[in-house]
């Protein structure tokens, strides 16, 4: 499985925008970008994908370099709710299946 | 939204007795997944499952572990002999078709091995 890179931790302040960086150099053609978060004593939760064009959702956009080795996931306007630990992940698209979780970011949102 | 449901959310038990834990995945899902999360570490893949086999698992699930679809809604993860350092976080999670589809974990099951 490909390896991302990402910041142990990051702060925010509430209703400012943030943006969490990943790295992933080695990603491979089939690899789809994904971001889940996992917020305190709760299971992870899926938050957004793609593979090359820059994706919009309800929750938040993700940013993909041109040349894929690297994404940002875009908070528009964080909340204390957004407080979580946020997942980079790499899934290849022609296998699917399993999630393998790195360290993650863990970003925390002041007042 | 549909929900993934685990219970209970949290079991005590000795070491060395057997445990279950339940999952009842999204009704149309049909890809299933265990993981497990030790406090303060992150979240580990244990295994798969599609079409009643086992289809990927990693070297954690070793012989004490083993997973069933018993009927057409549950999934369960039993351990059979716990041990001290089996006592974690473990998540339940389903998607619908494998491929680049996401997955829906559920809240845990708070094993703690005494």
């Known amino acids: 499985d490909a390896k991302t890179t990402q910041p142990n931790s990051m702060e925010s302040n509430e209703e400012e925008p943030v943006h969490l960086p990943c790295n992933h150099s080695?990603?491979?053609?089939?690899?789809?970008i994904h971001w889940y978060r996992q917020l305190p004593s709760q299971g992870p939760e899926y938050v957004i994908h793609?593979?090359?064009s820059n994706v919009n959702n309800r929750m938040a956009s993700l940013a993909i370099a041109e040349d894929r080795k690297s994404s940002t996931l875009i908070l528009h306007r964080a909340t204390l709710r957004d407080a979580a630990v946020y997942y980079c992940?790499?899934?290849?698209?022609?296998?699917?299946?399993?999630?393998?979780f790195g360290q993650g970011t863990e970003l925390s949102v002041k007042p | 939204e549909p929900e993934v449901t685990q219970t209970p959310s949290h079991q005590v038990t000795q070491m060395g007795q057997e445990v279950i834990l339940r999952c009842v995945p999204i009704?149309?899902?049909?890809?299933f997944y265990w993981y497990r999360q030790i406090l303060g570490q992150k979240v580990e893949f244990l295994v798969s499952?599609?079409?009643?086999?086992?289809?990927?698992k990693s070297e954690i699930f070793d012989d004490q572990f083993s997973v069933e679809r018993p009927d057409g809604s549950n999934f369960t993860l039993k351990i059979r002999s716990t041990k001290l350092e089996d006592s974690a976080m473990y998540f339940c999670?389903?998607?619908?078709?494998?491929?680049?589809?996401?997955?829906?974990f559920g809240s845990g099951t708070q094993l703690s091995v005494l």
């Open positions: 992940i790499l899934r290849d698209g022609n296998q699917g299946g399993k999630l393998i």
């Open positions: 080695t990603i491979s053609g089939t690899d789809y």
């Open positions: 793609g593979l090359t």
């Open positions: 009704s149309n899902h049909l890809y």
């Open positions: 499952f599609y079409n009643n086999e086992i289809s990927e």
């Open positions: 999670a389903s998607n619908e078709r494998r491929y680049r589809e996401k997955l829906f």
